[in-house]
């Protein structure tokens, strides 16, 4: 349970922030777009662009800013559902103390990669296990129950026997002492106590079976877990790759449209394509995170 818990306590962490880093490229986006659309009504006046131009910056910034009011809705949303999963009254104030690059650095890839899989330190198989034990000891006592018994019992007491109620007088006492042994021997039962010791043996198998069973399924989820680590990882890589590539762009098509080389097409399509890099970069990143903690969990690490 505190291992779940902390999955997912983790996973709304990071989807909350997740959430927040797409805010802030919106923001960003919006500012340069408005930056851009400074500059072209400025070569307009100028006579150096045309209105056309500055109209279709105007449109990009307020299609821009309807992205970031959709964004910071769904930030509040995804941060209400945070304070939800940790047990927090939702009209509580919380802050964010991490960024995607402060909370990438927590995450130790080489450490979780490294450490082997052993399904002994999961919590559900200690369960199961446990389980199995018992059913062994279930087994031990149904046979033991057919087992003969034998008890001894002794017995000291001395009775007053007067007509008179006078026992604190000192009239005679006689004392009876018992000695017996007692001896029980099951021959007759109807066999059920083979069939008791059966059925035990049939939970024990059932134990045994469903031991198996969950460390295979543990196995499979460490593989599953692995695997999607080592794609998350790979995709966020690339993703880096793409928003350097899109941010060199963006700069380069900056630079030609203050020189009229550039069109506001030009200049729309860099940024709207710096956006969708940086958006998927933070996808990418929340993808790795969760597959961090889905490995840590695979683990119990």
Avoid at 9 to 34: D, F, H, K, W
Avoid at 45 to 52: F, I, K, M, N, Q
Avoid at 86 to 94: F, I, N, Q, R, S
């Amino acid at each position: 349970s505190v291992a779940d818990a902390r999955r997912a306590a983790g996973e709304g962490y990071a989807a909350a922030l997740a959430a927040q880093e797409n805010v802030g490229i919106l923001r960003a986006a919006e500012a340069l777009a408005e930056e851009a659309l400074g500059q072209t009504r400025a070569l307009v006046a100028e006579g150096l662009a045309e209105s056309t131009d500055a109209d279709q910056l105007e449109l990009a910034l307020s299609e821009m800013a309807q992205q970031r009011a959709t964004a910071e809705s769904m930030a509040s949303v995804a941060l209400d559902a945070l304070k939800f999963t940790v047990g927090m009254p939702v009209e509580t104030t919380v802050i964010l103390a991490d960024s995607f690059e402060t909370l990438s650095r927590a995450f130790d890839g080489a450490s979780v990669l490294g450490t082997p899989f052993d399904p002994n330190r999961l919590p559900e198989i200690q369960s199961q296990a446990k389980n199995l034990e018992l059913s062994e000891l279930g087994i031990r006592n149904e046979k033991a129950a057919g087992l003969p018994s034998i008890s001894a019992f002794y017995t000291n007491q001395r009775n007053a026997q007067r007509d008179a109620f006078d026992f604190l007088g000192e009239g005679s006492w006689y004392p009876i002492q018992l000695v017996g042994v007692q001896m029980n021997i099951p021959i007759w039962s109807s066999f059920g106590g083979k069939e008791k010791v059966l059925q035990a043996q049939l939970t024990r198998d059932r134990a045994e079976t469903a031991l198996e069973q969950f460390t295979q399924a543990a196995a499979l989820e460490y593989r599953a877990a692995r695997s999607e680590y080592n794609s998350s990882l790979e995709q966020r890589i690339q993703a880096q790759r793409s928003l350097d590539l899109a941010e060199r762009i963006l700069n380069r098509t900056r630079i030609r449209f203050q020189e009229g080389l550039a069109s506001s097409f030009d200049m729309t399509q860099a940024q709207n394509q710096l956006v969708n890099a940086q958006a998927n970069f933070a996808q990418a990143t929340l993808r790795w995170f969760n597959a961090h903690l889905r490995l840590e969990r695979s683990l119990n690490a």
